[in-house]
């Protein structure tokens, strides 16, 4: 069990490209952490760093009180569970979960038992003199999740670890991978693309852009208050509405559109409005004309894909609520609106 | 009353048609083999002949009754210049020459190989270029240097002078670097993490996953060191460190006192010259095909 700092961290790779900013945050003690962002904006490489197998430009990494920059991944008391699982093709799984106590001289006996406890905890008992090759996606995921799992470690790495699982699989896993965790009690660090994941298994989710951490927050903060229109649009599926419009006294003006709507702050100047799908209303008497286009049945609800003044809105209504393509009334519940600075997309 | 009478559907056998091409392409393929079979099946036959036929009468395709005399022969019979060797020691020393050479080599190509793949090393592209480029320099064009070399270490007349000087093998090195370069990057992370050095990465999880692809190096290798003539002439002149190879010469070359050369000799021995690399390629050629094709990950 540990809390993990990171002050100031921060990865230029030899050839002067910048994968990670200065970036400093806490991960306490037994807590899921997830990090998500679209690919390439650093994620990984963030936790190639807290494992060791990326050298930190600059900053201080802690695990624990201990200063662990240039310990060995081998001695950061950590485990990782890889996209593709790395399982040693050649080894059984008994071998496969063993192999990190038996480097690290456990007698063989114990080893015996903490592979059998492991097994036990993840369904693996009997799959034990298997190769991996033998196994289906979902139990090489196992077996990689009983290989971090019997070294008892303070921190847990996932990295994209339920990518290559079909759809079904990776609800399940995901539940699963939670539930140990939570029973385990040990701090863990997952990197994933997918905010989907991200929003059901994090206690705090840390939002990357570009090398640069967006947002960090619990789901609901992320879901609700998106601290950018990053956030706003990469958090949530559908994503967040995002329309251009002009502000001053507490009135907004949607560009190409000429009717006010109230709304509560006081800002002058252009915006960005958000607003999340299922905050808006179907409404007759509505103060907007919306045109829908294209009308997606999902099953427990639906959603309607269109526009407002030419400007790209999607609109989830429930399932059984009535609609149809062409022109209709919306009303935007006034305390859903989010307003971003339209230069830099940061809140307002 | 309902008698249905099943009709039996009028069975009509397709004529089997004669493909033409098959044939053609096995006809082809038989004539090739029997080509091919013919210099060892004519060597075997000859070698049943005494000495005094096959000089009046040259190459025989029937069996004669000297087999197992020329075999024991050359097997068993003291001979050469020193009357101290026989084919069994030749045997042996082949032998140690083709396991000797491709142990060797394949030690020395995948610890290079490693080296170059796995270690951040500053001019490992070079180094591997470097490698590369000694196929452009086979023993033949470094034969004299070698073989000074050799001569001023005292080591001729040793196994060690036989076979040290030609183990750096490029070919190896590079089938090894492709093959590492296709284990994935995160086996030897996952294996950090476990707690692995390089040496036990190395030894538990690189050489157990390249089983096939030692398996395959290994026989080209043995058949390859085993089939080495111009090394083993120059360093060895010691007759006990003779190979097969070297002995059948010996033999066909043995215009002592205008005795006839001991032809059925000479291709017994050359018959036993043949069984082993054909017996490895034979056993181990699942494996051979396994390691040059697949790689098991």
């Known amino acids: ?348 | 009353m309902a008698d249905t009478t099943l009709e039996t559907p009028a069975v009509t056998r397709p004529r089997r048609k004669i493909k033409w091409a098959t044939i053609g392409d096995h006809t082809v393929l038989i004539l090739g083999s029997l080509l091919m079979m013919l210099p060892p099946l004519l060597a075997l036959t000859t070698a049943s002949h005494d000495a005094v036929t096959i000089h009046r009468e040259g190459l025989q395709l029937t069996l004669g009754d000297d087999l197992g005399k020329n075999f024991n022969a050359a097997m068993f019979e003291k001979g050469g210049f020193t009357q101290t060797v026989d084919g069994t020691l030749m045997l042996m020393n082949s032998f140690i020459l083709g396991i000797g050479f491709a142990v060797g080599k394949i030690v020395i190509s995948m610890m290079a190989a490693y080296a170059i793949v796995y270690f951040r090393l500053r001019f490992a592209t070079l180094a591997f270029w470097v490698i590369f480029t000694t196929l452009l320099l086979p023993l033949e064009v470094r034969i004299l240097p070698s073989y000074e070399a050799i001569q001023k270490l005292g080591l001729t007349n040793t196994y060690t002078g036989l076979i040290v000087p030609l183990i750096a093998s490029a070919t190896g090195t590079f089938f090894f670097r492709q093959f590492f370069m296709s284990v994935p990057e995160e086996l030897a992370e996952a294996a950090r993490i476990d707690g692995a050095g390089p040496w036990k990465f190395f030894i538990d999880i690189l050489v157990p996953l390249s089983r096939t692809m030692i398996a395959a190096i290994f026989i080209i290798m043995f058949v390859f060191g085993w089939n080495q003539y111009l090394w083993p002439t120059l360093i060895t002149t010691d007759e006990s460190f003779f190979t097969l190879v070297r002995g059948i010469k010996q033999i066909v070359l043995s215009y002592t006192d205008s005795q006839i050369p001991e032809h059925g000799q000479a291709l017994a021995l050359a018959i036993v010259a043949m069984i082993p690399p054909v017996a490895i390629v034979v056993f181990f050629q699942n494996w051979f095909v396994k390691g040059l094709t697949e790689s098991d990950k």
Request: glycine share 8%; net charge negative; proline share 5%.
């Open chain 1, 1 to 348: 069990m540990a809390q993990v700092s990171l002050e100031g961290i921060r990865k230029v790779y030899p050839n002067g490209f910048q994968a990670v900013e200065t970036t400093s945050f806490t991960i306490q003690d037994g807590e899921f952490v997830v990090l998500v962002g679209p690919s390439g904006c650093g994620k990984s490489t963030l936790l190639r760093m807290i494992a060791g197998l990326e050298d930190i430009t600059e900053g201080t990494l802690k695990i624990g009180d201990r200063v662990v920059n240039d310990v060995d991944p081998a001695d950061r008391d950590i485990a990782m569970v890889f996209q593709n699982y790395a399982l040693y093709p050649h080894m059984t799984v008994r071998k496969n979960i063993g192999y990190g106590l038996k480097n690290r001289g456990t007698p063989t006996a114990e080893i015996a038992a903490k592979v059998e406890d492991a097994a036990k905890m993840l369904n693996l008992a009997e799959y034990l003199d298997r190769k991996p090759a033998q196994l289906s996606g979902g139990q090489r995921q196992r077996v990689a999740m009983g290989r971090a799992v019997v070294r008892d470690p303070a921190l847990f790495l996932f990295d994209e670890p339920l990518s290559n699982l079909d759809a079904k699989l990776r609800n399940q896993m995901r539940i699963e991978i939670k539930a140990l965790q939570r029973r385990l009690g040990t701090t863990a660090v997952y990197v994933t693309h997918d905010q989907v994941e991200a929003m059901t298994m994090a206690d705090r989710i840390i939002v990357l852009n570009a090398g640069k951490i967006e947002q960090i927050g619990t789901p609901s903060e992320i879901y609700h208050n998106p601290a950018s229109t990053f956030v706003a649009s990469f958090m949530g599926a559908p994503p967040m509405n995002l329309i251009e419009a002009e502000m001053g006294q507490g009135q907004v003006r949607i560009n190409g559109y000429d009717q006010l709507l109230p709304v509560p702050e006081t800002y002058a100047g252009s915006v960005t409005m958000g607003i999340r799908p299922e905050d808006v209303v179907l409404d007759d008497r509505g103060s907007v004309t919306f045109r829908v286009d294209i009308l997606e049945e999902l099953g427990a609800h639906r959603l309607l894909h269109g526009a407002i003044a030419d400007q790209p809105f999607t609109v989830m209504i429930g399932k059984d609520d009535t609609a149809e393509t062409g022109e209709t009334r919306i009303t935007l519940k006034p305390e859903a609106l989010r307003l971003f600075d339209k230069a830099t997309g940061q809140k307002l």
